[in-house]
């Protein structure tokens, strides 16, 4: 039922371009790459008179997810290292950041569609 499609594009141009691929992008010869993973799970619902389909996406944004976890991994090595009033700003400064990618980390998309036979 669930469908999982890896896409990668260019981080630049945007051109797709294959998920293995490594090295300059043909399209424009820049290097890097956005890869997206997409999970699919479809609800379909068939009545005599009327249909609904529900898709649901969740999109996870690498660089966002790596983010976040890379601060949740590093905050109490910092907390370590500053001990004190500093620590206290450093702490309060990355839970902020976490906060702000936490949501871009993962994006669930609800797809509704409504129709009549
Ligand atoms: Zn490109």
Redesign the pocket.
């Not at 630049?12 to 051109?15: E, I, M, S």
């Not at 399209?27 to 820049?30: I, L, S, T, V």
């Given at each position: 039922m669930g469908e999982v499609t890896q896409a990668a594009t260019?981080a630049?141009?945007?051109?797709s371009i294959a998920l293995k691929h490594s090295g300059p992008?043909p399209?424009?010869?820049?290097e890097g790459k956005n890869i997206y993973v997409e999970i699919k799970e479809s609800i379909e619902v068939h009545s005599s008179l009327q249909w609904e389909t529900k898709k649901e996406y969740y999109k996870k944004h690498k660089g966002a997810a790596v983010t976040v976890i890379a601060i949740s991994v590093l905050s109490p090595f910092i907390g370590l290292f500053l001990a004190g009033p500093a620590g206290v700003i450093v702490g309060l400064g990355l839970s902020g950041i976490a906060y702000y990618f936490g949501p871009k980390a993962v994006t669930k998309i609800i797809e509704i569609t409504k129709g009549h036979a």
């Open positions: 260019c630049h141009c945007g051109k992008c399209a424009c010869g820049k």
